[in-house]
């Protein structure tokens, strides 16, 4: 926090606040801007940095009332609860000097707490459903399918195939909710503190190092955790505590995930050592991760875990 006036912070807070206010009103009314509304934490995470968490709060309240204002109460209430804590923490990992990983799993934490709180409390409140409203899409998916294959003249076999396919998506898509929110909690933590340290180097402020992406690398624990957590969903399933084929799929798509940027940044670090052009080796990258090699880097970046390649390389390139 930085030492100031009273008056000034008050005055720059209701400023601040008032830009992050407008910030999320376009993206509610203009389409192509909504995407920019995972950034909305950034204003009141420089208020918190500059004045303290007091006037963080006061912020988020003052951009909570002009967005009811312009919008209505729930989108205002979505504003104060994830868009204010949101970046409250942010400002807090940054004030406290956290390196930039243990920062991000702090504002991913905070990140997964406000989205709890605005799907299973305010939305409640106004009587909206998320379960209802996901069957409701899904059967106005099977409508459309039902609608298309008839305007196509498709077979019985063919119209049943389709069919039994779309359920196994939407159950599938169902099962695998709570790794999903837990994956965009922390893309948009992860998005949140890289350009709010940019802001911020642009502001002149001193911030820790930050390792390159080559060097990520999950702890040597990592696996056999899951190993653990898998053995005792199946016992709890085997002995009817809890539903483990879903516990069992979020567990496999969080740690795949993990496994796939390690996988990803053990590549980019042999990519510094090989000869080349940069846009070449990235374009292989997005490559990989997008057109059906996420397993292998899923299988590279777990084998890492154990063996640690990196290191191992390091240590023979000094024994030369």
Do not use: C
Not at 67 to 85: E, K, R
């Amino acid at each position: 926090m930085i030492p100031r006036s009273r008056t000034r912070s008050m005055t720059e807070t209701a400023i601040v606040a008032a830009i992050g206010a407008i910030a999320t009103i376009m993206g509610y009314y203009v389409p192509f801007l909504n995407i920019f509304l995972i950034f909305t934490a950034i204003p009141f995470a420089i208020i918190t940095l500059r004045s303290g968490i007091s006037y963080g709060v006061a912020g988020a309240f003052i951009a909570s009332i002009i967005v009811a204002m312009a919008t209505n109460p729930i989108s205002a209430l979505i504003t104060l609860i994830s868009s204010g804590v949101n970046g409250i923490f942010l400002g807090v990992v940054v004030q406290k000097k956290l390196k930039a990983w243990p920062a991000i799993v702090v504002t991913t934490l905070a990140t997964l707490f406000s989205l709890y709180l605005s799907y299973y409390v305010v939305l409640p409140i106004t009587g909206v459903d998320l379960n209802l409203q996901m069957d409701m899409m899904i059967e106005e998916m099977k409508v459309t399918m039902e609608a298309m294959q008839d305007s196509m003249n498709a077979d019985a076999q063919a119209t049943a195939e389709s069919t039994q396919m779309l359920e196994n998506y939407t159950r599938n898509m169902k099962l695998l909710i709570p790794s999903a929110i837990v994956m965009s909690a922390l893309a948009s933590a992860a998005a949140n503190y890289m350009l709010f340290r940019v802001i911020l180097k642009r502001m002149g402020v001193a911030l820790p190092d930050m390792k390159p992406f080559r060097e990520f690398r999950l702890p040597g624990s990592v696996f056999f955790g899951m190993l653990i957590m898998i053995v005792l969903s199946y016992l709890a399933g085997y002995f009817g505590l809890i539903q483990s084929e879903a516990l069992l799929a979020n567990i496999y798509m969080v740690f795949s995930m993990a496994f796939v940027l390690q996988g990803v940044a053990v590549i980019v670090y042999f990519f510094k050592h090989i000869p080349g052009q940069k846009l070449l080796k990235w374009l292989l990258v997005v490559m990989l991760a997008f057109t059906g090699g996420t397993i292998y880097l899923a299988l590279l970046g777990m084998s890492d875990v154990m063996l640690n390649f990196r290191k191992r390389y390091e240590s023979r390139s000094m024994m030369r």
